[in-house]
Nanobody, 123 residues
């Protein structure tokens, strides 16, 4: 039923610009507020960007100016475009959906999660 599936991860060199996708099924993007999170080695899950259903986004300071997010409502897909990657960007990237909260910063405020996609940045 409800499913989120990330794709586009892999091994990239520092400075690279991969594009992550989150395919959503079981609900429409316009009815939920979305977020991207990541978890690096030995670290907790941290927010990357928070998105409301009107298209506004709030980025973490660590990625501001380098990452951008967008949605393709026709395909029910969320996009995270990453630019100028750094080794510290390495981690598992997750997309998440909240039915009640928008621009939420805490992982526990999201109802649905994808399995994640690994992004490894080499120096």
């Amino acid at each position: 039923q409800v499913q989120l599936a990330e794709s586009g991860g892999g091994s990239v060199q520092a400075g690279g610009s991969p594009r992550l996708s989150c395919a959503v099924s079981g609900f429409t993007l316009s009815r939920y507020c979305m977020g991207w999170f990541r978890q690096g080695p030995g670290k907790g899950r941290e927010g990357v960007v928070y998105i409301d259903n009107a298209g506004s986004s709030r980025y973490a300071d660590s990625v501001k100016g380098r990452f951008t997010t967008s949605s393709d409502n026709a395909k029910n897909t969320l996009i995270l475009q990453m630019n100028s990657l750094k080794p510290e960007d390495t981690g598992v990237y997750y997309c998440a959906a909240s039915s009640r909260w928008c621009l939420a910063r805490r992982p526990d405020m999201y109802d649905y999660w994808g399995p994640g996609t690994q992004v490894t940045v080499s120096s």
